[in-house]
């Protein structure tokens, strides 16, 4: 995947993101997929700019699962300040290995890329895909929404934003305070 291609849509700031966004939940549980089945996933995927088969098996989307998870430990921890766990940034460091092993480097306009290679599988791009998230210039603008779990790049200045988007969360989180101040003056 070329730097040009990871560029995602004005949500999370890069497709990585945007899938480890994939839960439906609205509070820090995690508790639910926002995808009904693999297919739906995949269109997820494509629309945030990370290639992918046609077909996903029920065996590969346990394991992009549970790449999403324990990156999403990595990098909560990281937006937090905090050091991840020992166990998630281990399965981190095995599968980004795995995987830079079996990549191909290709020479374009834009520079150096790292591609999947011909075997390559849908977790092997979610790979490279977290590869370049941590490789680009932003990661260290990674934020974690005050009322869920979704991490997003803060392209904003000054305080920044606190919120995944405005109609998520942040209208939510406005109203909430627009009420206790009400009913504290009351």
């Known amino acids: 995947m070329t730097?040009?291609?990871?560029?995602?849509?004005?949500?999370?700031?890069h497709p990585f993101l945007?899938?480890?966004?994939?839960?439906?939940?609205?509070?820090?549980s995690r508790g639910e997929d926002?995808?009904?089945?693999?297919q739906e996933l995949r269109e997820v995927l494509v629309a945030s700019g990370i290639d992918m088969p046609a077909d996903i098996s029920a065996r590969q989307l346990d394991a992009m699962l549970r790449l999403r998870e324990a990156a999403y430990a990595v990098f909560s921890a990281l937006a937090a300040g905090r050091d991840p766990g020992r166990e998630e940034h281990l399965f981190l460091d095995a599968e980004l290995r795995r995987v830079i092993g079996e990549a191909e480097l290709r020479i374009t306009r834009e520079g150096l890329t790292t591609a999947p290679g011909p075997e390559a599988t849908p977790l092997d791009r979610l790979v490279l895909s977290m590869d370049?998230?941590?490789?680009?210039?932003?990661?260290?603008?990674?934020?974690?929404c005050r009322r869920c779990t979704h991490l997003f790049l803060d392209q904003g200045r000054g305080v920044g934003?606190?919120?995944?988007?405005?109609?998520r969360c942040g209208n939510r989180a406005k109203a909430e305070k627009f009420r206790a101040r009400h009913?504290?003056?009351a």
Not at 3 to 13: C, V, Y
Not at 34 to 38: E, G, I, L, M, N
Not at 132 to 144: A, G, I, K, N, P
């Open 34 to 38: 926002s995808f009904a089945d693999a």
């Open 183 to 185: 009913r504290d003056a």
């Open 3 to 13: 730097r040009a291609a990871s560029r995602a849509e004005p949500g999370a700031g």
């Open 132 to 144: 370049d998230l941590m490789r680009s210039d932003q990661f260290t603008r990674l934020r974690e």
């Open 161 to 167: 934003r606190r919120w995944c988007s405005m109609a």
């Open 18 to 28: 945007e899938f480890l966004n994939t839960v439906g939940d609205d509070g820090k």
